[in-house]
């Protein structure tokens, strides 16, 4: 058999149909991929979350898809979702229509028919899948398979959705990229010298590194920590501008000392955030629209947002996007009723990259990187990027 080198006893089983039709495609995908990156072996997963869950992105055809596979597919490993085109109880709130509604929960269904978790955040480190040092994962949203990769050390690759829904019904997949070490070493030294990490701030200097150092490791040399939320926001904006799914941050990333600090040093300054910050400023005019939360928001900024808040009134559209578990938490401390109370809005399950309400904002602000691109791209919004309180300041009155 052509795929014996790479197939043990269990695996060639799955491919001649012995665990049913959707296991074998499902491996026929894996193998697929294991041709193209050269894969010798496969490995186990301990988890996989899955891209492609918007009606937005799928069609119809995608749809039908994902219904025939439900038919007899189940998963073999933990499995989650990432965000769906809207929130899917306050649906009616965020202006989607009834039949994009109906296409969306069918798209839910047949993932949880198959054991997938309807989690629907682009966070699940901040949702209580927290995966170890050196695990194995088939994940599909960039910024959480950077965040894992570089924060947690973890390892995965940017899987495809169909990919890492394949990996989650078979409970394994090929070996290849950011699961071997030679693949993860550092390519380029950076010395930041800004010292104001916000978020913002680190996800412009995933801008700078997109245009400095584009698909180059970069290996993160600061005179400050980074925060949680400044991680989060790197590991957003550098995939998005750099194409790459890790950066070794040091005395942050677990691996990070393992091998020896590249020659090739650039100096990330100040004035090169300042630059990238302005080149997300397409707009003089007030926004229409302030969204935070790309990716989802942390418990910390939740509560820096109800704090931001107090005495102010929102007079602009603000949309708090985060994760259902998040939110939850928050409601029991108590930080949704003062959001409310000023008047933002809490979405959970989402995300404005593949929520069709987003396109009918021409004018939206943001503290997220990589939201200024996909506004941009995706939507044709004229953008503008900016803190965390300086969205706030745009937002109320």
Same mark, same amino acid.
């Given at each position: 058999?052509?795929?014996?080198? /790479?197939?043990? +006893?269990? /695996?060639?089983?799955?491919?001649?149909?012995?665990?049913?039709?959707?296991?074998?495609?499902?491996?026929?995908?894996?193998?697929?991929?294991?041709?193209?990156?050269?894969?010798?072996?496969?490995?186990?997963?301990?988890?996989?979350?899955?891209?492609?869950?918007?009606?937005?992105?799928?069609?119809?055809?995608? %749809?039908?898809?994902?219904?025939? %596979?439900?038919?007899?597919?189940?998963?073999?490993?933990?499995?989650?979702?990432?965000?769906?085109?809207? =929130?899917?109880? &306050?649906?009616?709130?965020?202006?989607? $229509?009834? &039949?994009?509604?109906?296409?969306?929960? @069918?798209?839910?269904?047949?993932?949880?028919?198959?054991?997938?978790?309807?989690?629907?955040?682009?966070?699940?480190?901040?949702?209580?899948?927290?995966?170890?040092?050196?695990?194995?994962?088939?994940?599909?949203?960039?910024?959480?398979?950077?965040?894992?990769?570089?924060?947690?050390?973890?390892?995965?690759?940017?899987?495809?959705?169909?990919?890492?829904?394949?990996?989650?019904?078979?409970?394994?997949?090929?070996?290849?990229?950011?699961?071997?070490?030679?693949?993860?070493?550092?390519?380029?030294?950076?010395?930041?010298?800004?010292?104001?990490?916000?978020?913002?701030?680190?996800?412009?200097?995933?801008?700078?590194?997109?245009? @400095?150092?584009?698909?180059?490791?970069?290996?993160?040399?600061?005179? +400050?920590?980074?925060?949680?939320?400044?991680?989060?926001?790197?590991?957003? &904006?550098?995939?998005?501008?750099?194409?790459?799914?890790?950066?070794? *941050?040091?005395?942050?990333?677990?691996?990070?000392?393992?091998?020896?600090?590249?020659?090739?040093?650039?100096?990330?300054?100040?004035? =090169?955030? =300042?630059?990238?910050?302005?080149?997300?400023?397409?707009?003089?005019?007030?926004?229409?629209?302030?969204?935070?939360?790309?990716?989802?928001?942390?418990?910390?900024?939740?509560?820096?947002?109800?704090?931001?808040?107090? $005495?102010?009134?929102?007079?602009?559209? /603000?949309?708090?996007?985060?994760?259902?578990?998040?939110?939850?938490?928050?409601?029991?401390?108590? %930080?949704?009723?003062?959001?409310?109370?000023?008047?933002?809005?809490?979405?959970?399950?989402?995300?404005?990259?593949?929520?069709?309400?987003?396109?009918?904002?021409?004018?939206?602000?943001?503290?997220?990187?990589?939201?200024? *691109?996909?506004?941009?791209?995706?939507?044709?919004?004229?953008?503008?990027?900016?803190?965390?309180?300086?969205?706030?300041?745009?937002?109320?009155?």
């Amino acid at each position: 058999m052509a795929h014996a080198p /790479l197939l043990g +006893e269990r /695996l060639t089983a799955v491919l001649e149909g012995k665990e049913g039709k959707a296991a074998a495609r499902a491996l026929e995908i894996l193998l697929a991929l294991a041709r193209v990156f050269g894969a010798r072996a496969f490995a186990p997963v301990s988890s996989a979350q899955v891209s492609g869950v918007s009606f937005r992105s799928l069609s119809e055809a995608g %749809l039908e898809y994902l219904e025939s %596979l439900a038919a007899d597919a189940r998963v073999a490993v933990p499995a989650l979702l990432n965000p769906a085109g809207m =929130d899917l109880r &306050a649906w009616r709130a965020m202006g989607v $229509g009834e &039949a994009f509604a109906d296409m969306q929960r @069918r798209v839910i269904d047949a993932y949880v028919r198959m054991g997938v978790e309807p989690a629907c955040t682009c966070t699940p480190y901040l949702a209580g899948h927290v995966p170890r040092e050196g695990e194995l994962l088939a994940w599909g949203e960039s910024s959480a398979v950077t965040y894992v990769n570089s924060v947690l050390g973890a390892r995965s690759n940017r899987e495809g959705g169909p990919a890492a829904l394949a990996a989650a019904l078979i409970g394994e997949t090929p070996v290849y990229g950011l699961h071997l070490d030679e693949n993860r070493r550092p390519a380029v030294s950076v010395r930041l010298d800004d010292t104001a990490g916000t978020p913002a701030r680190l996800g412009a200097l995933g801008i700078v590194l997109g245009k @400095r150092a584009a698909g180059r490791i970069p290996l993160i040399d600061s005179r +400050e920590e980074p925060s949680a939320e400044g991680l989060k926001a790197l590991a957003a &904006a550098l995939p998005t501008y750099s194409g790459v799914s890790l950066f070794h *941050w040091k005395h942050v990333t677990p691996e990070w000392a393992r091998d020896a600090a590249p020659a090739d040093e650039i100096v990330v300054t100040s004035g =090169d955030i =300042d630059e990238a910050i302005r080149g997300f400023r397409d707009e003089a005019q007030e926004p229409d629209l302030v969204f935070l939360g790309c990716p989802h928001l942390s418990l910390v900024e939740l509560e820096a947002i109800a704090g931001g808040l107090a $005495g102010r009134r929102v007079r602009t559209p /603000l949309w708090l996007l985060v994760s259902r578990r998040v939110a939850g938490e928050a409601e029991r401390l108590g %930080l949704l009723a003062p959001i409310a109370e000023a008047g933002g809005e809490v979405y959970c399950d989402t995300c404005p990259v593949v929520a069709p309400p987003m396109a009918r904002f021409a004018r939206v602000m943001t503290d997220s990187a990589k939201g200024c *691109w996909y506004m941009r791209g995706v939507h044709g919004s004229r953008v503008r990027l900016g803190t965390l309180e300086a969205c706030l300041e745009a937002a109320t009155l």
